[in-house]
């Protein structure tokens, strides 16, 4: 991948803008979670010890193009400021002359703009939108990992104008992400979460690994595609019709499914669970969760693992009885030495909720992202640095 690189790109003094996403959760005006924002320090602090005036630019929520108050960006200027310990100069509007005058002659250190969604031409790609964002620094540094898959003009366009670079954050999810990729063998791949339109992951799984551990409500699908009854457990027919093309592959002898599931009568906290055999789901049941033995399966799997990738939750981990499968399974991981590699945005909620995001390898800040360069695609964002790099590296 030919790339300008931050540690070896002549950034001193230079005017920075850097596309971050602080696209976080807001509770009464306050960040709610500021994992995102601590995730891009790292590449702040290296542009501040260069003495860059840094611009920063995000997207918060879903304003549609609008100015929507409770979308503007303040208490996210406040967080980073606390974070860093260094004054944040919160602008009222993302370009125009009066920003431009505001950074030129300013004397911070950091400038702030504002949601950059305000306006329809960001998520239109507007070049001429991505002109006016690119006028005002030298260099584009790209650290929002997690919308790298979208065409945006402050992800895509805004490339053609300024020399651009990875951040660091988006360096580290390239390197990981490439190692699921090129795998040191043998690689596991554990596929849970609700949805079967991971179809092009699964392809990939099927390519990359040595076994693929199916969990999750995804579980349900390949099941059902056997012939087997799995009650009122959640499936759609494309999902079944999809999972049986699957395993028709060559390849599907490596998909290890469930031996045992949990499974109530009713979607309700004070339902009682019971631990059922994979062929024996009752009509009226619905599965939650793995069961003990398949916990102990996939263990076994994992153990002689050299890398682990991860995608989804193993059941429906918001409640606590049926998070057993992904708490124990993250946990196992954990005490490994082998690569461990999750993607995707559920699952890096559910392994922070049990405090295990530390002790992995490399929990992805990229939901979408993430699958998708998983997939083996390309993604917009990145190709837009290499083009870049071919455009700026002689100037």
């Not at 005006?29 to 994992?35: C, H, L, P, R, S």
Request: net charge positive; hydrophobic share 40%.
């Amino acid at each position: 991948m030919n790339l300008f690189y931050l540690k070896t790109y002549p950034l001193d003094k230079k005017t920075i803008l850097v596309r971050v996403d602080y696209n976080v959760p807001l509770k009464d005006g306050k960040v709610a979670d500021n994992t995102r924002i601590k995730a891009s320090l790292p590449t702040l602090q290296y542009l501040l010890q260069k003495k860059c005036k840094l611009v920063l630019a995000t997207h918060l929520g879903k304003p549609d193009g609008k100015i929507v108050p409770a979308l503007r960006v303040d208490p996210l200027a406040k967080e980073l400021q606390r974070l860093l310990n260094v004054k944040v100069h919160k602008l009222d509007d993302c370009l125009g002359k009066d920003i431009k005058e505001k950074i030129r002659k300013g004397k911070s250190r950091i400038y702030f703009l504002e949601n950059l969604r305000f306006y329809r031409e960001e998520e239109q790609n507007n070049p001429i939108f991505a002109h006016s964002l690119a006028s005002l620094a030298d260099i584009y540094v790209n650290d929002a990992f997690a919308v790298c898959h979208r065409q945006h003009a402050s992800v895509q366009a805004i490339t053609q104008y300024l020399p651009s670079l990875p951040g660091l954050l988006v360096e580290k999810e390239i390197h990981y992400l490439s190692k699921a990729l090129h795998p040191e063998r043998p690689s596991v791949w554990i596929m849970g979460g609700a949805k079967l339109d991971k179809v092009d992951l699964i392809q990939q799984a099927l390519r990359q690994a040595d076994y693929i551990l199916i969990g999750g409500a995804l579980a349900f699908s390949f099941l059902k595609a056997k012939g087997l009854s799995v009650g009122m457990s959640k499936v759609s027919s494309e999902s079944v019709q999809l999972a049986r093309q699957l395993l028709q592959q060559k390849e599907a002898r490596k998909i290890i499914l469930p031996v045992d599931i949990v499974a109530v009568k009713q979607l309700s906290l004070r339902a009682k669970a019971e631990t059922v055999r994979y062929n024996e789901i009752q009509s009226a049941q619905i599965g939650l969760d793995l069961g003990p033995e398949t916990i102990k399966l996939f263990k076994h799997y994992l153990y002689k693992a050299k890398t682990i990738v991860w995608n989804g939750p193993l059941g429906y981990f918001e409640w606590a009885k049926f998070a057993v499968a992904t708490k124990e399974i993250g946990r196992f991981i954990s005490s490994l030495t082998a690569t461990s590699i999750v993607g995707g945005g559920e699952t890096a909620e559910a392994l922070q909720k049990f405090h295990l995001q530390y002790t992995l390898t490399h929990l992805s800040t990229g939901g979408g992202a993430a699958l998708q360069f998983l997939a083996g695609k390309k993604l917009p964002g990145i190709e837009a640095l290499e083009r870049s790099y071919g455009k700026f590296r002689k100037k």
